[in-house]
Structures are given as C-alpha cells and as structure tokens.
C-alpha cells in the first residue's frame, strides 16, 4: 500500500539567528484569541528554544519586531495556555508579514501577506489534508479485504491515483519554485529511487542497502543552511549515522565523516553538526566510542576546522584526543614496568595469558570495594580458561604498604598484584587515570578488546570473547 506520500504532513519549525540586513516585523491578527499574550519559538536540530513573547496590542494584534533580521528558516507562532501554533517560512526577503488566522483551525483559515513561499507551502499543505481522509478511508477498506479479493486492486488503484496526485503536485513545486524552502523541504523528505538488483535475496538486499548508503543524501541540499532551522535535516542525519550504520567506530566514522564533507563550506550547519557529534560522542558511555571523538578531533579539530573554538579549548580538545588515541579498542596497551611485593620488577607485556585484565583500584576507593568480591568470584571461575589478572594499585609512597594490607585481608593473593611507589612507569598518564577502579581486557598480544567496563560486566564479556574465539577456530577447522 502506498499512503506515504500522501499521508505526509508538516511539523515544521526552526530557528532564529541574526544576519546583519534589515529587521523583521511580524504582525498577526488571531480571531477568537482571547489571551493577552503569544510566543515566537524555533528549532535549532532536535532542539525547542523560546524568541520572543509580545503582548496584544490597542488594536487587538500580535506584532513580532526587531532591528536586525531574522535567520531563514522555520518559525512557529505559539499560542498559550494549551501551546497549539502555527508555523511560518521566514526567508531572507520575506520578514514583513501580516497574518491572518482563527482559532477554529489555525492552519485551515491562516492568510499570510508578504510571503510567497508561505503561500506555497499552505496550499501544498492545504492539497495534502484534503486527500488525507481519502486516503485512509480508502487504507481500512484495503485492509478488511481478503488478499485475494479482486476489489483489493480497485481500491489499490484509487489509493495510487492519490498517490500520484501528490507525487505531480509535489513536481510541479520542485519544477516551478525550485529555489524556494517549500521545495528544499518537499525534496528533502522524497524517498531516493533504489534501481533494481538481480541475485540471490540476500545479495539484492546488501546491493540495495549499499546503493542506498552511497545514495542517501541525493534529495538532500545539507549546505542549505535554512535546513539547519527546522527538524528534518536533523532526523535525516539522526538515522544515516545512528539507524542506517553498524554501531561500530569505523562505519559510525564514515558516516559522520560523509556527512560532515557535505556540510563543509556553510557558516552554520557545519559548525552546529560538528558540534554536536564531538559532544555525543565524548559523553559516550558506550565502549569504544571515543574512538569516534579521537576521529573527529584527528580530521577536523586539529586540521583547523573548527575556527570558532577558542585556542586554550581548543588544546584541551587535542590534548584529549592525543591521550585517548593509544587506549583505543584494537590498539596494543601501553607497556609499564612496575614491582610485585618483594620489590622483583615485572611489566604488562611480560605477563603470559591468552586474556588479560588489566585492573587499576585503590584500597580507600568505595567502588573499588564493592568490585572487589566480584573481581574474586569472577576470578575463580575463569583461572582456569586461561584468564590472568594484572591488577596495580595506584597508591605510591607511604600509603603502598596498606595496598599489601588490602589485599591480604581480602584473600585476593592469587591475582598478579604490582605498585609503583614513585611512579616511574608514569602508567597514571599512559592510562589516564582520573577515577578507579578502571578494568581493561587484553588478548595475548596485549591488544585492547575490552575496556573500562564494571566488574560485573566481566563475565559476560569475557564469555563472549571465548565464544567468538571458538567460533572462528571452527570456521577455521571447515
């Protein structure tokens, strides 16, 4: 069945900003308003934020005013108590409006003066309502039928006939007005055409999944910038990196990497996405994920393309990344040589164990504490598959000796225990230990598969491990 396009209706909204031209003035007259008072708000991304609130004047209207001009975009008129509004098109050429509407059915009844764009998006809107009910009339008759009915494909081809309507109307827009925003919208939200695949299911499936991957911005412009100002491109974005990809750095990483190369050259839109992937992905709890912050600062921060961040954060940014590089999943652990209890030096690398966990606590951590029984527990159960614990406490100095107290009392002697009392390893740098307990797990080349995870976790993980490591020797047998 396809109702899509005909079942698609506007959420429109957007942003402010300022561009140094002139003002805007906004005056709307609501019939059967009776509150004192009304807001103009917008959209940056995902986000809702509040402009402007204006009270009623002598004359029984609502005048939006300022000296500077709006950002082109997508603005909504809010009208308290119960939020209900109505939504406008600002273009740079477009910001003075007189609007009309009632209360009855804001969008039905709105009149905009001074705006063609807005006229062209109500009329499309207007088109669209008016056959929504058809089309979903025509939806609950389809779906009460048999699938063999024969009145199944008369009731498809008015449903197709509808479709097709919208499909010429929406033409007939991208043809006749191709600069305006009604279009950028119209096209931005058109599903990109996959040509047909010959294999097997499961080949024409990847092939298209492929096509659309490489193709999936084609009815997006991401360098118009009054995109930016509405939910759209946001939700567009949102799923190519989040739902369209593997959650894995490396295709997270070219899909930010792909979006973030159409956005260069724009003013806003590049900043604010830039932006706002640094920021999600350093606040990532997910394991591995800031390796997408370590590529984003590689390819973008340190190259110089992000000229609005002050030099000092700037730094910090770099600093950061350079610190987080050698800790990354896949990549060989740092070496440290430390010492055991009766001061014999050892290392990290010199530890022989097809897996191994790396452990940093302190005896006066709380949560240090509680992971203490469950590192015990795990332990025992897993000594035996090859599993060895490196566990450094990273007290130094005077305060070492309770660290050999700590874990006497404990009955935890049969893990591999090291100190460093002055520190020379540096291991608290190379491992950028702020907080303990930190938990890393390594393979027998002491390459990175697992890391700072819960002592609880361990279990699970390390099963997995196991698992998969079975799975490829038996792939390996065959």
Known sequence: ???????????????????????????????????????????????????????????????????EALSPGMYLVVLPPDNNFFQLIINKEEQDLKIKTNTSDLNATLEIEGSKDNELLYKYINVIGGLRPKAEELGKKIQALAENDPERKKIQTQLDNLNNEVINLQDNILSDHANSFTASIIKLNRNVEVPKFEGTPQEVQMKQYLYMREHYYDNMDLKDERLLRSPFLFQKVDYFVHKYHVQHPDTINHAIGKTLNM????????????????????????????????????????????????????????????????????????????????????????????????????????????????????????????????????????????????????????????????????????????????????????????????????????????????????????
């Open 1 to 67: 069945m396809r109702l899509k396009a005909i079942l698609f209706l506007f959420f429109i909204t957007g942003m402010t900003g300022l561009i140094a031209q002139q003002g805007y003035n906004i005056e709307v007259d609501i019939n059967g308003f009776e509150e004192k008072e009304i807001y103009l708000g917008y959209y940056l991304m995902d986000k809702q934020y509040l402009l402007d609130t204006v009270a009623v004047n002598s004359d029984g209207k609502f005048v939006f005013q300022g000296e």
């Open 263 to 478: 956005m260069e050259g724009t003013e806003e839109t590049f900043k604010y996405y830039l932006s706002h992937f640094l920021n999600e992905y350093a606040k990532s709890k997910l394991v591995g994920m800031d390796a997408v912050y370590v590529y984003l600062v590689e390819n973008y921060y340190a190259k110089k393309k992000a000229p609005w961040v002050e030099d000092e954060t700037l730094k910090k940014i770099v600093d950061n990344a350079i610190k987080l590089k050698p800790l990354l999943i896949g990549k060989t652990a740092p070496d440290f040589a430390v010492e055991r209890k009766d001061g014999s030096k050892t290392s990290l690398h010199a530890v022989d164990s097809d897996i191994t966990v790396l452990y940093f606590w302190r005896y006066d951590c709380g949560h240090c504490k509680e992971s203490t029984p469950i590192m015990k527990e795990f332990y025992e159960k897993y000594k035996n598959k090859g599993v060895k614990i490196f566990a450094v406490c990273v007290k130094f100095t005077d305060e070492v000796p309770e660290c050999w107290d700590y874990i006497q009392e404990n009955g935890i002697s049969d893990w591999l225990h090291t100190v460093d009392p002055y520190l020379r390893s540096k291991f608290t740098t190379l491992y950028d230990i702020e907080s303990t307990p930190q938990i890393y797990i390594l393979d027998e080349k002491k390459e990175i598969l697992s890391k700072k995870i819960g002592a609880e976790q361990l279990g699970e993980v390390i099963d997995k491990i196991i698992e998969m490591r079975e799975q490829e020797k038996s792939t390996d047998r065959k």
